[in-house]
């Protein structure tokens, strides 16, 4: 059986937030595949430590530590892995941040640094690869969104609202992009067991009210987001475009 559509040998991506969580998980997804990957974080031993896992695994991998939401170190650092590793070829905007809080006392700097990080971020870190793609007639973005980019719950109105405009800009990107040779999708994560959730995960109420909620009865393992980044990074989806490609359990399709 011919699986090269999904090979991503020679080509280089840049997973932001990708020193832990679901970052990391899908970078190694894409190591695997054949890729070479660029782990980031803003903690650079975390992001150094995952990058030297992966080429003791025989892997290639390097490292950016930059701020997302700062568009001059962005540029910088965007510009310097052009340089020094390799044009970029796919780019997973996964890096976010998440606070809770009852709507009617959400702390307005807390407001804006979700927007900050979560929808300013993306802009400037796909603005950034996507003008090297552009010259070169190729690319890959994918951008993390969440059941939360259809669905709403509550003390997490805001953060709703960023992954809702990850929908969109998603969308957006694509109308504007795509005739350049561009594809660019994002991936809806439904409820996944990391070490982010793990308070929720250790909640028995909460467990058996996602597991009741969600078709497929249980939480998600991080490892179940490869294949569809995968799909999304290669040749496969050649044709797909400015879609969402929710990854939940049946979530989001069932009431």
């Known amino acids: 059986m011919d699986f090269s559509l999904f090979d991503l040998t020679g080509r280089t991506a840049l997973v932001t937030g990708s020193s832990r969580?679901?970052?990391?998980?899908?970078?190694?997804?894409?190591?695997?595949?054949?890729?070479?990957?660029?782990?980031?974080?803003t903690d650079r031993a975390a992001a150094e430590a995952v990058a030297e896992s992966l080429i003791a695994e025989g892997h290639r991998a390097h490292v950016a530590v930059f701020d997302v939401t700062d568009a001059q170190a962005v540029a910088e650092a965007v510009a310097?892995?052009?340089?020094?590793?390799?044009?970029?070829?796919?780019?997973?905007?996964?890096?976010?941040?998440?606070?809770?809080?009852?709507?009617?006392?959400?702390?307005?700097?807390?407001?804006?640094?979700?927007?900050?990080?979560?929808?300013?971020?993306?802009?400037?870190?796909?603005?950034a690869v996507a003008r090297g793609m552009i010259a070169r007639g190729a690319g890959k973005i994918i951008n993390i969104g969440s059941v939360q980019s259809e669905l709403a719950r509550p003390?997490?109105?805001?953060?709703?609202?960023?992954?809702?405009?990850?929908r969109n800009l998603t969308r957006g990107m694509a109308a504007d992009w795509a005739r350049h040779g561009l594809?660019?999708?994002?991936?809806?994560?439904?409820?996944?067991?990391?070490?982010?959730?793990?308070?929720?995960?250790?909640?028995?109420?909460?467990?058996?009210?996602?597991?009741?909620?969600?078709?497929?009865?249980?939480?998600?393992?991080?490892?179940?987001?490869?294949?569809?980044?995968?799909?999304?990074?290669?040749?496969?989806s050649s044709f797909v475009n400015g879609q969402t490609l929710y990854v939940d359990g049946g979530l989001t399709a069932s009431v």
């Open 80 to 127: 310097a892995i052009e340089r020094d590793v390799a044009p970029i070829d796919i780019l997973i905007n996964n890096a976010g941040i998440q606070h809770r809080a009852p709507l009617e006392d959400f702390p307005a700097d807390k407001w804006q640094a979700l927007f900050d990080v979560n929808v300013t971020g993306i802009f400037h870190v796909s603005q």
């Open 21 to 41: 969580g679901i970052g990391e998980v899908m970078a190694r997804g894409l190591a695997a595949h054949g890729a070479a990957v660029v782990i980031h974080g």
């Open 155 to 166: 003390t997490i109105a805001p953060y709703t609202a960023t992954k809702g405009a990850i």
């Open 183 to 236: 594809q660019i999708n994002a991936i809806a994560p439904g409820y996944f067991r990391t070490r982010l959730n793990a308070a929720l995960v250790a909640d028995a109420d909460f467990t058996a009210w996602l597991e009741k909620r969600t078709p497929a009865g249980r939480w998600g393992e991080a490892e179940e987001l490869i294949g569809a980044a995968v799909f999304l990074a290669s040749s496969a």
